[in-house]
């Protein structure tokens, strides 16, 4: 249901996510799920400590990027530049790693370094981006160069490529009506090519 209703109602999904783990608050998936709807819905505490929450009951660390992306929520880019130097990181799958380039480039904008922002894209994970990766990566490179106040190569960048400043976000889930037999969800992404935003200021429980 939630995953349903993800697109359409994101505060609905969100309590039907909360109606889950109040039935089975131990099970790692409806804890996910918990974790995804409250990023949805622009609660990046609660969303971090649901997704710490998984990554102690079933060890995975597919949740990183989305980890980072909360701690730029919430006004806290030190933080989620602090996770991307874990040394789990270089275990990730490749896009995984990419995902978390993104982030770590929105986080350098946001402590006002569109140079470092660049620098993050250069790397050599990120030059290996699949296809729709590669869009993403060209999206938030335009947004670093206009931030270094090159907004002529930026426009440039973005019509060669044939990107648009569009935002989009890939959300995988599965039904919460499925509870402990459904699939592993995948990895979750913000699908944005954020710039500094203030975020949710809330601290963590």
Known sequence: MAGRLLDDDPELAYAHAQAAVRRAGRVDV??????????????????????????RLNGSNEHLPLMADCERGLGRPERALAIAQDEVVRELPPELQVELALVVSGARLDLGDPEA???????????????????????????????AGRAEEASSLLAAEGATGRDEEDVVVYDLESEASAPRAGAVVDRRSRTAEGGQAEDEA
């Open 30 to 55: 409806v804890r996910e799920a918990a974790g995804i709807t409250a990023y949805r819905t622009g609660r990046y505490a609660e969303a971090l400590r649901e997704l710490r929450t998984v990554r």
């Open 117 to 147: 922002a660049l620098a993050v894209l250069d790397g050599p994970v990120v030059a290996r981006a699949t296809a729709e990766l590669r869009a993403r990566v060209v999206i938030a490179r335009a947004a670093a160069l206009e931030a």
